[in-house]
């Protein structure tokens, strides 16, 4: 683990995660057209992008013994921490549920059952999800002002963590692109992992309905999508 | 593309990367540090020092003891991997491009930055190797957009990007700098117009060793009011910037509506002659620019000019580009190169070859050589640098070299790499090989030819080959080569009296057979081998064709293209024999048994240059399953078969099956499936 080394860099960290919060919360920038059921979301974004700031702060330059084992941290989750659960019905609007929570993300699985497919992520090290947000996409990109990537698939869903290390013992812990041969999942690629913000593209056969669900035991978050 | 510049020596042209004369190992070097996080996005070398830019927040030593905060730029010692904890300056964006200053003590970055070590510096920084500030002298203008990539041309700095405006002025795309001051240079005020949405960008650029020409992709369609779609060339030598006479139409085509361009890199040969364009786009079938790498002449110009090669990877994307001389390394996020035939954009068609992420081709036809380290695809990689140890590569993943750990960037070194094979192509005069048939027995002879005419025909030893079932052969090197009736192709060592044991040329085949490929040996009456293709005739078809053939890997190309139709003085249907040497090309006739040849060059034939070489003698005609120039020493090869050649490969018959009967069999074999392959062409 990483240990800290200073207010500044600390505060530069908050920074750096907050902008990339936003980067998840906010997709306004990349040319996805305005989303009205977002409006909520974006009240609590607002609020998480004051609470970063030191703008001058800089990182030390030096190495740190102990080796890379993560990139990710905040404060710990608050046990009073209300969070809003995401809506049981399969929608095409966009989830986002706020979390103090971080987390390691250990598992990435895609199947089906039920007449819905799953697309699992798995986390450790915590009982409490991390800040997510699903959402469709026109265009997937690694960052506002980047060439689209390429994702198999006529529509994309997008889904995003903040405060979340990919890491297990410093390698990937996940495939970050994988294919299943499914009708509606076609591809998930991690598009972005910079400083604890993931965003995982999943290309599917058509703009389908979608919802989230959270599970316990390990900590999951599963996104089903029905034809 | 990046370039390479010793520390202090000063470069009046653009630096290309190193020239290699081997493929790297497919080994990575375990001293590399590892990116944590993100990607990595340009790699330079100056002097001993390697520059990653990108967008990462931390970087590990190689031994994963120490860790350091790097904001989207590292600096590591080329040789160690080790560090740099005096270069660490702090970039509030993604570093997209970078450029090495001509003294080689800085480096010029561009991205998705707005500051740099707290002070605004918007897309583009002159920044110091030894400490990581901010160069004197050097004020980036301010421009509209981003910049994606940077070319240092001597005193000048071509800047790529999205801006519209620069220094106040409207030079959308492309502009050029004074590279000591950062001051406008009007030296290129040429206009990129023209989008299918959103700014105009151009997004890579590259420059020609001699400076001469700049190579630029983007989503434009227009320069200064002419037709260029999405490429253009421009010619440096003037006092200004002028649009060269070069112009394709490639990659005028759709793609992927998600795309305002999908052209995705460029590179130039360190011989300045050619260059090479990868693209994303989705698949939209075998024969347009979308997931494809080209290759294009420099030598030449015109309208429209057609890619001297393309490579399909079948739906997928290719990323970086990087030409070493005899390699064309590419990075992506493909699965597959050599995979025209996919069915659906999503699967591996006939032919086609695994390459997960990264490959390296051959530059005379495209196809893929034998270098298969393999990586997690990832989104891909987004550079490359050759140097003159090796070759470093950027990604957004950790695995690559038989899935080892190496984070976002690794090194594949030129020691324990692997020379690329160029074998003599035999010609006259010498000894012309080809079979006879007589009293329905089909042995091997030979004659000399003396450049003027043959010798007397001598019957050779045939190794136990059926040359009856023989459909064409060639030897490159000491290398037989020969197609057979049951539609393999197999190569075994020749020294002109013995031979080593078969084996199949099936790089192709792996993952799904190459029916159609196989189809067309069964049925060959003619073969050879030429500047990376397979030309061959085929039983009763009125054309000439081939396909691409690299020998390093045995990858026969999934495509198969027509090199001439008929013409005046050649019947393609009447070809029973056939070989090249030097500008010409020979061949038996089935009609009247006489050798003729034509002049060849460039892979047409000249119409009205045939003339008759020789005539049928006792009972000898040029009628022939596999006539080919072989002047080899005639020693043994230390395996060479048991008398009676009761050695046999999978792909020669068990048995010599010269009778109707067993032909027949194969023949029904292969009607069928060429019914199913008309059914599935139906059925796409």
Known sequence: MISPTGTRRKHLRIAALAVALAAIAGCTSTGEPPDPDAAAGQDTRQSAVEESADPSAAPSSAPRKGGASTIVKSAPPSPTAERTPPPKEFERRRVRVESAATARLVGLDVDKAGGVERVTFTFADTEVLPTYDVHFVEAVRAHPEDDPIAVNGEAFLEVGFAFTDPNTKGRLGVDPGMRPDQPLVKETLLVENLGGSLRFAIGLDHRARFRAVELDEPTRLVVEVRP | ?684
Not at chain 2, 127 to 151: E, W
Not at chain 2, 269 to 294: I, L
Not at chain 2, 373 to 397: E, K, N, Y
Not at chain 2, 549 to 566: D, L, Q
């Open chain 2, 1 to 684: 593309m990046s370039g390479v510049v010793a520390v202090g020596t000063a470069t009046a042209a653009p630096t290309p990367g190193a020239v290699h004369d081997k493929v790297v190992s497919a080994d990575p070097v375990n001293w590399t540090p590892h990116v944590l996080d993100g990607r990595v996005k340009a790699i330079v070398q100056a002097g001993d020092m390697v520059i990653l830019g990108g967008s990462f927040t931390q970087v590990a030593s190689a031994d994963e003891s120490e860790t350091y905060d790097r904001a989207n730029i590292v600096a590591v010692d080329a040789k160690s991997g080790e560090v740099s904890t005096s270069f660490a300056p702090q970039i509030d964006g993604e570093v997209t491009a970078l450029q090495v200053s001509a003294d080689g003590k800085s480096v010029y970055a561009g991205g998705f930055f707005d500051t740099v070590n707290g002070a605004a510096h918007k897309s583009l920084a002159r920044i110091d190797l030894d400490d990581g500030s901010v160069t004197a002298g050097f004020k980036a203008p301010a421009m509209s957009g981003r910049v994606k990539d940077l070319r240092l041309d001597g005193d000048r700095l071509w800047v790529a990007g999205t801006f519209t405006h620069i220094a106040g002025k409207n030079q959308g795309a492309l502009a050029t700098l004074d590279a000591d001051t950062g001051a406008f240079d009007a030296f290129t005020r040429l206009k990129f117009a023209e989008t299918r949405s959103g700014n105009v960008q151009v997004m890579k650029i590259d420059i020609t060793p001699d400076g001469s020409k700049l190579v630029a992709i983007g989503n434009f369609f227009t320069v200064d009011g002419q037709s260029r779609p999405q490429l253009a060339v421009l010619d440096l030598t003037g006092g200004s910037a002028r649009l060269a006479p070069w112009r394709t139409d490639f990659y005028q085509p759709r793609c992927a509506s998600a795309y305002d361009s999908y052209m995705r890199d460029l590179d130039i040969a360190p011989n300045g002659k050619f260059f090479v364009v990868t693209t994303t786009g989705a698949w939209r079938g075998d024969d347009g620019p979308c997931d494809t790498t080209a290759r294009f002449d420099l030598t030449t110009s015109g309208d429209p000019i057609q890619p001297t090669w393309v490579n399909y990877s079948g739906g997928d994307t290719m990323y970086a580009v990087e030409i070493t001389g005899p390699v064309v390394y590419l990075g992506g996020h493909f699965r597959w190169q050599n995979n025209p035939n996919t069915s659906d954009g999503d699967s591996a068609g006939p032919g086609a070859v695994a390459r997960s992420g990264i490959a390296a081709l051959d530059p005379v036809n495209g196809l893929p050589l034998r270098w298969n380290p393999g990586r997690t695809t990832g989104v891909g990689v987004f550079d490359m640098l050759p140097t003159s140890t090796g070759l470093w590569v950027g990604s957004d993943t950790d695995r690559i070299g038989n899935r080892e750990y190496h984070g976002r960037v690794a090194f594949f070194p030129l020691a324990g790499g692997t020379a690329i094979p160029n074998p003599k192509q035999w010609g006259v005069p010498g000894d012309v090989y080809r079979t006879t048939t007589l009293a329905g027995s089909t042995k091997l002879t030979k004659q000399n030819f003396d450049g003027t005419k043959f010798g007397s025909s001598r019957n050779v030893d045939g190794g136990g080959i059926d040359w009856s079932r023989v459909t064409g052969g060639f030897v490159l090197g000491d290398t037989l080569y020969l197609a057979q009736a049951d539609g393999s192709l197999t190569q075994r060592k020749f020294t002109g009296s013995s031979y080593g044991a078969a084996s199949a040329i099936d790089a192709s085949d792996k993952l799904v057979e190459d029916y159609a490929w196989h189809r067309d040996l069964s049925r060959a009456t003619g073969l050879f081998y030429s500047s990376g293709r397979l030309y061959y005739t085929l039983s009763g078809q009125s054309k000439l064709y081939y396909r691409y053939f690299t020998v390093e890997s045995g990858v026969v190309g999934a495509t198969r293209f027509v090199a001439s139709e008929n013409v005046d003085g050649i019947r393609f249907a009447d070809v029973n024999g056939m070989f090249v040497t030097t500008g010409k090309i020979w061949w038996g006739s089935r009609a009247d048994g006489k050798l003729r040849q034509a002049t060849f060059t460039s892979g047409r034939i000249m119409p009205g240059t045939t003339k008759v070489v020789s005539t049928p003698t006792e009972g000898h005609t040029w009628k022939s399953k596999a006539t080919f120039p072989y002047t080899g020493t005639g020693g043994d090869l230390p395996d060479k078969p048991r008398p009676g050649g009761t050695r046999r490969t999978g792909t020669e018959p068990a048995k010599p099956a010269a009778e109707p009967a067993g032909a027949d069999e194969e023949r029904g074999w292969f009607d069928e499936l060429e019914k199913m392959a008309d059914e599935m062409e139906a059925a796409w």
